[in-house]
């Protein structure tokens, strides 16, 4: 049903826990369905100046693909430029964990928007302080 | 391996095994046919059939053989709308009772203009007698309750609610799957008129089953051939399934109290062992009133299925009622009627013990456990880590 991939992202989650003061904070799914991702980010700037994820980190309620998808879009957004990292798509999930059984599809789905949530949250918090 | 998944299925008895071999090989013949060899196979069956009715306190003559649990619940419920749907379209059942039963019922309001009444439980899975007596009117022509619950174990009081359906003339069908072969069944007592198991539950094979169908009960087939099982099951018999079914049935007799001491004791042990171990977490189903092999928790802040890919990593098997191990968004239907939230439902976890488990085995379960609920508790944004 897992592939061997989902399975070590399950087993050696990637960037697990929280981050205190994060700079942004995107919580999504719903715990009566049975999955919630929480995903924290720290944003830093890189040698040009650009805006980048310095650091990433999930907690995450829920079954083995959703563990597995936090994992790997945390893996996925780590260093990146906010911009790049909005650009990361459920299928950039689900090719590294080379394929989701189709009832797990929403897994890498919460994950993306996960990430695009903690985004949002942090250009919020940025517009107020301005 | 641990192997805590009984009510899903057990391992076949080699005792039972060793008896089918033959009837699939050089005892082949075909029970219908005239010569000796098939006149032994007809000889075979008829054994099994003795064995299945002694243990339920039956006549041979009141047992079908079927392909298994499902197709009893099909035959008896299918099988008394079709012949009674002049009479009336009402039926009975409970919020709990198996897929096999509830899928039925729901065929049966879509598709034959039946109303179904799905009795609700009590928080221990309890269906309260009172209530299937409120639920009657003149329209109902059968009332199904099932015996045990195979998700939490609660034994339902079917004695109780069969002496009601007798006083309103009114057909009762039991799906007796989780109990039959697990403790003493006598169909004369408990008053029913349909009572459905099967073998794979009892270290029997897969595949075969039987309908008990009281004396005098009549039903539509929903299978249309041959004059098998008095046409009312027609197809050539299955024998060595049914020789199987037969061992299983004598073997069950035989160890049942043995079974039930044994499994009783480790089952309370790993109960105690987890509350020990595990901060909140609750039991599901009745303190009492419940299959002495049963185990139902939910572990709150954690969810089913990735605890159950935990303990699969260690060599356990067991199994959850949360949404991701029922194959759509909904946790289990049985822990949602006993009134608990969802999100707890979906940290459910089923122990299901059988004869092969060992005190060693319940042991290193309580042992594996609290280390997986701590370990997704910590990455659980609901579990405050102080």
Known sequence: MYSQKLIDHFKNPRNMGRIENADGIGKVGNPVCGDVMWIYIKVGKNENNQEIIEDIKFETFGCGAAVATSSVITELAKG??????????????????????????????????????????????????? | MIYLDHNATTPCDPAVFEEMKKWFTEMFFNPSSIYTPSQQ????????RK?????????????????????SNNTAIIGTAYLKKNKGNHIITSLIEHHAV?????????????????LPVDKYGLVDPDDVKKAITDKTILISIMAANNEIGTIEPIEEIGKIAKENNILFHCDGVQVAGKIPVSVKKLNVDFFS???????????????????????????????????L?????????????????????????????KEKVLRDKL???????????????????????????CVKYVEGESMLLHLDFEGICASSGSACTSGSLEPSHVLLALGIPP??????????????????????????????VEKLRKMSPFWDKK
């Open chain 2, 102 to 118: 509830l899928n039925v019922c729901k065929f049966l309001e879509k598709n034959m203009g039946f109303q179904i009444t799905y």
């Open chain 2, 41 to 48: 196979a007809r000889q075979a069956i008829e054994d099994a």
């Open chain 2, 51 to 71: 064995k299945v009715a002694k243990l339920l306190d039956a006549s041979p003559e009141e047992i079908i053989f079927t392909s298994g649990g499902t197709e």
């Open chain 2, 343 to 372: 999100e707890v439902a979906h940290g459910s976890l089923r122990f299901s013990l059988g004869r092969p488990n060992t005190m060693e085995e319940i042991e290193k379960t309580a042992d594996v456990l609290p280390k997986i």
């Open chain 1, 80 to 130: 990146k430029t906010i911009e790049e990292a909005e650009k990361i798509t459920n299928q950039d999930v689900i090719d590294v964990l080379e394929g989701l059984p189709p009832l797990k599809k929403h897994c890498s789905l919460l994950a993306e928007q996960g990430l695009k949530a903690a985004i949002n949250d942090y250009r919020e918090r940025q517009k107020t302080k301005t």
């Open chain 2, 197 to 231: 198991l099967s073998a794979h539950k009892f270290y029997g094979p897969k595949g075969i089953g039987a309908l008990y169908v009281r004396k005098g009960v009549k039903f539509r087939p929903i299978l249309y051939g041959g004059h098998q099982e008095k046409g």
């Open chain 2, 271 to 297: 109960e105690k062992l987890l509350f020990e171990r595990i901060p909140e977490i609750i039991v599901n189903g009745h303190p009492e009133k419940r299959l002495y092999n049963t185990l139902n928790i």
């Open chain 2, 233 to 261: 099951r027609p197809g050539t018999e299955n024998v060595p399934a049914i020789v199987g079914l037969g061992k299983a049935c004598e073997i069950a007799e035989k160890n049942m109290e043995d079974d039930a001491s």
